[in-house]
Nanobody, 122 residues
């Protein structure tokens, strides 16, 4: 089973940028779907985006501002977050799962990172 370790969270002002990293061990990220989800206080888990092969999907709320990429040599997936807004404040989770069904379905993911807190101040 793939294990995922996240890093890169922090505090940033509105309009700023952060990049989250999700390093995998125990399996190659090329063999799985890589998803990003987030959960804000008192809110449910929300789909952010995913990478399935060479295809990316993004939620409407982040499209054009967030970018998912992968470094095969480092077996790491990244979430580049630009033009951050206070409403982006959340704990962000990376996940790896099967490349079946809709990428936004969290039930298709079998491994999860520990979460990275992103706080955007106004």
């Amino acid at each position: 089973q793939v294990q995922l370790v996240e890093s890169g969270g922090g505090l940033v002002q509105a309009g700023g940028s952060l990049r989250l990293s999700c390093a995998a061990s125990g399996g190659a990220l090329t063999d799985v779907r890589l998803g990003w989800f987030r959960q804000a206080p008192e809110k449910g888990r929300e789909f952010v985006g995913a990478l399935t092969g060479s295809i990316t999907d993004y939620s409407d709320s982040v499209r054009g501002r967030f970018t998912i990429s992968r470094d095969i040599a480092k077996n790491t997936v990244y979430l580049q977050m630009d033009s951050l807004k206070p409403e982006d404040t959340a704990i962000y989770y990376c996940a790896a799962g099967y490349s079946i069904g809709a990428a936004s379905l969290d039930a298709t993911y079998v491994s999860w990172g520990q979460g990275a807190l992103v706080t955007v101040s106004s």
